[in-house]
Every structure is written in structure tokens, then in C-alpha cells.
């Protein structure tokens, strides 16, 4: 697959919760020299990035992260901010618990007001594969296939575990048609991002894969 077919499903990630803004303007730096598909950054970033890149590279932020138990409503007003302050894509954590207790009703209206706050904006659903038996991961491709939302995306990289293949064939096997697929976590190389974009993800989140062509200057 050619590496620039892969650098353009790329979201260039970096939420670690020390990063600076040396460190964000680098990401937002290298999104652009490589044609990444955006970066996608702490939310108390997006404004400053925004300004930075312009229209160069679209701003991509997340919501209820890591760990997606915070209620609707501050769902909601994090991702009316993040909107405001110039985000193009929200990346969203579901309630995992809401999962374990079957609470399909209230995750689809979370996911529906979350995406009504998005303004029209791209909305990616985090549901924690890792977390979830393969019975949950289904009813949630089922739940995100009717909420609205964009895509549907495996993880956050914070719960001990990251995209696998298996996950993302099951995703798309079970998604509806007009549903994306976003494999986040442990991508750590160009094979990594071939195999999972083979398997039906449309995105990729990482912050390897760049790293991986810069370093070995493959372009």
C-alpha cells in the first residue's frame, strides 16, 4: 500500500496528559508535512491548534476521555466548547458501565445529543474494545449505526489494550454501511496500518506510523 495512502488515514494523536505546546505545535507540524487526516489533541489545545494550522489540517479533539462516565450534559458542553474553539472531529468515550448494565436506550441518547452538539461536525464513538465482550461490541455497532454518528472507533489507548484485527472485522461486519471504522491504539508500525485499513478501518489512530516514516525518511 502506498505510504501516502496510509499517512492520509492518519489521525496524528497526542493526548498524553503532560503535553506542552512545543509538543502539540510539533504534531500539528508533522500532521501537515505528511498529510495526516488530522491530529487530534487535548481539548484545552483546540484553539490554540486551530489558529496554528488553519485550514492546513483539520483539528480533531476528545470527549468524556479517557474514561467516558462523565454525565450527558458535560458530554455535551465539552464538545459544544471544543466546536467553538475550532474542532473539526470529536472522538467520543462512551459509558462503558452503561454497557455492563445494558443500558442500550441511554448510551444511543447519549450518542444522539452528543452528535446534535457536534454542529454538523464529524463524531467518531470510542465504545473500549478491550472492555466489552464480543456480544456488546456488536449491539454497539448496531447502536452507533443508528445514533448518527460518523464512525465507530476501538479504543482510547488508556484502558490496557488497543485495536486488534479481530475487532475491527468484526466492526465491519456488523456496522451499517454508512458507518466508518477508526482503530486507535498499539499501531505501531506501516504493517500495522496496512493490515488494519485492509480490514475495513477507514482512520487510524496513532502517533507511530508518522514517527515511523520521518524517522526512516520514506518520503
Known amino acids: 500500500m502506498d505510504i501516502k495512502t496510509i499517512l492520509a488515514a492518519v489521525d496524528h494523536t497526542l493526548l498524553a496528559q503532560g503535553a506542552t505546546w512545543e509538543q502539540i505545535r510539533d504534531v500539528c507540524d508533522d500532521g501537515i508535512k505528511y498529510g ?104 454497539l455497532c448496531e447502536l452507533v449505526s443508528a445514533s448518527g454518528a460518523e464512525y465507530i472507533k476501538t479504543s482510547t489507548g488508556f484502558a490496557g489494550g488497543g485495536a486488534t484485527r479481530e475487532d475491527v472485522a468484526l466492526f465491519a461486519a456488523h456496522v451499517a454501511p454508512h458507518v466508518k471504522i477508526k482503530a486507535a491504539g498499539g499501531i505501531a508500525s ?7 485499513l485492509n480490514l475495513g478501518a477507514s482512520r487510524l489512530g496513532t502517533s507511530r506510523v508518522v514517527k515511523a516514516v520521518k524517522d526512516q525518511n520514506l518520503l
Open 190 to 196: 506501516l504493517q500495522d496500518a496496512e493490515d488494519f
Open 36 to 139: 495526516a487526516a488530522s491530529v487530534c489533541i487535548p481539548a484545552s489545545y483546540v484553539a490554540q491548534a486551530k489558529s496554528y494550522v488553519g485550514d492546513k489540517l483539520p483539528v480533531c479533539t476528545v470527549i468524556g476521555f479517557p474514561n467516558g462516565y462523565s454525565t450527558t450534559a458535560a458530554k455535551c458542553f465539552e464538545t459544544e466548547d471544543a466546536v467553538k474553539n475550532g474542532a473539526d472531529e470529536i472522538d467520543m468515550v462512551i459509558n462503558i458501565g452503561w454497557v455492563k448494565d445494558r443500558k442500550w436506550d441511554e448510551l444511543l441518547a447519549e450518542i444522539k445529543a452528543v452528535k446534535a452538539a457536534c454542529g454538523g461536525k464529524l463524531l467518531k464513538v470510542i465504545i473500549e474494545t478491550c472492555l466489552l465482550t464480543d456480544e456488546e461490541k456488536i449491539k
